[in-house]
């Protein structure tokens, strides 16, 4: 995070992030809290969650902009030799390129262009705020291949929401929404 701070501020959209807690994680997240490893006042029980307040919402073209910007992207069919260093960031496809097993986890999120009035929340799903409006969600099936963008997601992740934002998600209900689907 500190690095984040120091070479690419301008990718930070938001600070500080609530979790919430189920019954079964509250002890670990007390346990947490009371351990003495983060910084006193980072992280914070606060009723059913746990704020942590150095937590960050990156925009990721921003960072890669302000990280990586010589770095060539290509679609490439086999690994190309005589590179130093390769980086291989192709989800799933990085199973046939560099000949490792994987398996498939697809995952839709869901994006309003509503303004965020909620802080940053995970709770096994989230609900962060974008350069144009919220991003929640999100689908995790595994063994599903597919990277079409899919409506009944879409209701999948407003029913997510509904149960810890019921009226943030009544109002999406009647917002247009847009997704992005990919496979890891």
Known sequence: MQRIRESAPEAIIAQGVRRL???????????????????????????????????LVVSPDRLRAAWLPAVEERRVEALPEGFDILVVAAGIESAA???????????????????????????GGYLIPTDTGLLFGATHDRGDTGWEVR????ARNLEGLARRFPRLAARLAETPLSAAAGVR
Request: net charge negative; proline share 5%.
């Open 97 to 123: 390129l560099a000949g490792v097993h994987l398996r498939a986890v697809r995952g839709q999120a869901s994006f309003a262009d509503l303004p965020m009035e909620a802080p940053p929340t995970s709770w």
């Open 21 to 55: 807690l189920s019954e079964s994680e509250t002890a670990r997240a007390v346990a947490t809290v009371e351990s003495g490893l983060f910084d006193a006042g980072s992280l914070t029980l606060d009723g059913d969650g746990m704020r942590m307040a150095e937590a």
């Open 151 to 154: 409506d009944a997601d879409n």
